[in-house]
């Protein structure tokens, strides 16, 4: 069985590769966005779905990582690719500084600080117009590069997914699925929660850190209200709890479920998606709060690493 997805996985990666080559234009960008909030669905999951910690400012990191990069690329002449990394840098930093009080929060305060934390950084930005271009914005060089930040794309996603298997199904792993179901208990059993949880807070930031590099490049311009968009949260969290968080497949699957439906639907109805996203939510709370997969591991009793 093993045997089975790993060739049907290097078959998708095959062909992933030669996509670009008979996709149009179109069909790149398409598949660009839809790696990009793979990307994003799956570093939510990461210290959302496996450590319980709801955060409903993901995209402050997102953000911090676009502008990063936007200066880098701007202002110090940074080649794209290595500006990008520096943006998940720079969204790493912010996690460890606001990381250690933060994360002392419980349930809904946490996620209200995380709220706090976008709309803080989305101000900053503005403020600082010398640097950041403030509400007018940040222009970057042209550049025609799809292609490659597709590539690029593709690689954070299918990273950050890898990267949730060896979490899931390894003992740090299992710590903060503990910490979820009890962090008390997990406390009394010497588990450190406090550097687990921070751990856990740091990778999940770094990609959407990254991924808004890789966005602002793509983009060629970035403003505050296009990269701290509450919406970009909310999206992450619908696409993560379709799928089932806490698990390894479940985020890429409701990424890609939901990125093409809402693509079908926003052609014909411009803002009925937004409606849809909101009933998904009192629909997978009420009736699937475990996602899909959640619904077929208990089925199936498949493993929890699915």
Request: glycine letters at 12%; aromatic letters at 14%; one cysteine or more.
């Amino acid at each position: 069985m093993r045997g089975l997805v790993v060739a049907g996985l290097a078959v998708a990666l095959v062909l992933l590769v030669l996509y670009p080559m008979v996709a149009s234009g179109y069909e790149i960008r398409f598949m660009l966005q839809l790696f990009m909030w793979v990307a994003l669905a799956q570093s939510w999951n990461l210290i959302s779905g496996l450590t319980g910690y709801v955060s409903f400012g993901h995209v402050a990191f997102f953000g911090t990582g676009a502008y990063a990069t936007g200066i880098l690329i701007t202002t110090h002449g940074w080649h794209w690719a290595a500006a990008s990394v520096a943006g998940g840098l720079a969204a790493a930093i912010l996690a460890l500084i606001i990381g250690y009080p933060c994360l002392r929060l419980k349930g809904p305060y946490f996620a209200i600080a995380m709220l706090g934390l976008n709309e803080v950084m989305r101000v900053l930005v503005s403020y600082f117009e010398g640097l950041t271009g403030g509400g007018m914005g940040l222009s970057l060089p042209t550049l025609y590069a799809s292609v490659q930040i597709y590539y690029a794309m593709a690689i954070a996603a299918l990273a950050v997914t890898g990267a949730a298997y060896l979490i899931v199904t390894s003992r740090f792993g299992l710590r903060l699925m503990t910490i979820r179901e009890d962090e008390i208990a997990a406390a009394a059993m010497g588990i450190d929660t406090a550097r687990h949880k921070l751990y856990a807070f740091l990778l999940s930031a770094f990609v959407p850190g990254v991924v808004g590099g890789l966005f602002a490049r793509d983009q060629g311009y970035i403003e505050p209200i296009a990269v701290f968009p509450l919406a970009f949260t909310i999206t992450m969290i619908v696409m993560a709890l379709f799928g089932g968080k806490g698990t390894v497949w479940g985020p890429a699957l409701g990424a890609a479920t939901l990125f093409v439906l809402q693509e079908l639907v926003w052609v014909r109805f411009l803002f009925l998606h937004q409606v849809l996203f909101g009933a998904i939510i009192i629909l997978v709370v009420l009736f699937m709060p475990r996602g899909v997969l959640g619904v077929l591991q208990q089925r199936y009793r498949l493993p929890r690493y699915v």
